[in-house]
């Protein structure tokens, strides 16, 4: 199962020798590079990269503050010109702190440091939620989609039920098989076999439209064209 590693860069030719070595680096896949902190930093808290190499000195956003936002959500190795923040780096449970210009044999060092990913036990194909004070079985593939509503997540199905559930669309979306299912909006969950026509902002699934969310848009566009 490989890695997936995201770059963080403002500076375009970091990103690109970064890029060279994660490609010919086993095990690692690049999933994304940006000179746009801010732009990372969703994908990193919508779960997409397993590992972030992450610039310090940048100015939409320091690396320190990505960091304060981000720890927890992935692995990180800081990649910097700058040795002062070393100490504070690891504060954070950085696992590398790479000080450019750095070999790629330097860069291999660091990776040994990251432990891989653990695959996610395969799914039965089914789940049961609390509705009306009773568990209901919801087969996957009877799900059309899922959406949001205050407190409650209704679960809309091919035989036309509407089940509320006091259960959160984020737990869905963690639950869900990635294979089978896409957040797409912070509302609504779709079910990626339902869908039928694909525009900037919206879904079609047939007859029923879906909105995307801006923030959702860059993964949903790699998802389709897998």
């Known amino acids: 199962m490989s890695i997936r590693c995201l770059i963080i860069d403002d500076e375009p030719l970091a990103l690109n020798v970064l890029a060279g070595y994660i490609q010919q680096t086993p095990d690692l896949q690049l ?35 990505f960091l304060k936002q981000a720890s927890g959500h992935a692995h990180f190795i800081l990649t910097t010109a700058y040795p002062d923040y070393a100490l504070q780096g690891y504060e954070f449970d950085v696992k590398d702190y790479l ?38 079985r919801v087969d996957h593939a009877d799900i059309i989609y ?40 912070k509302s609504y969950i779709v079910a990626l076999s339902r869908v039928t026509v694909i525009e900037k902002n919206r879904l079609l699934l047939h007859d ?9 848009r860059g993964k949903l566009g790699g998802i389709f064209r897998k």
């Open 31 to 65: 999933v994304d590079l940006t000179t746009r902190p801010r732009h990372g930093l969703t994908r990193v808290l919508n779960g997409e990269a397993d590992l972030v190499f992450l610039d310090i000195e940048m100015k939409e956003l320091h690396g320190m503050e």
């Open 99 to 136: 000080l450019k210009p750095f070999s790629y044999e330097r860069f291999v060092k660091a990776i040994q440091k990251i432990p891989p990913p653990v695959a996610a036990p395969a799914s039965p194909g089914y789940f049961f939620v609390k509705s009306e004070y009773k568990l209901i």
């Open 146 to 185: 899922l959406e949001a509503l205050r407190d409650y997540v209704a679960i809309h199905t091919i035989k036309g039920q509407k089940l509320l559930t006091l259960q959160s669309l984020s737990s869905f979306e963690k639950e869900l098989p990635p294979a089978l299912f896409a957040r797409v909006h």
């Open 208 to 216: 029923l439209s879906i909105p995307v969310g801006e923030t959702y």
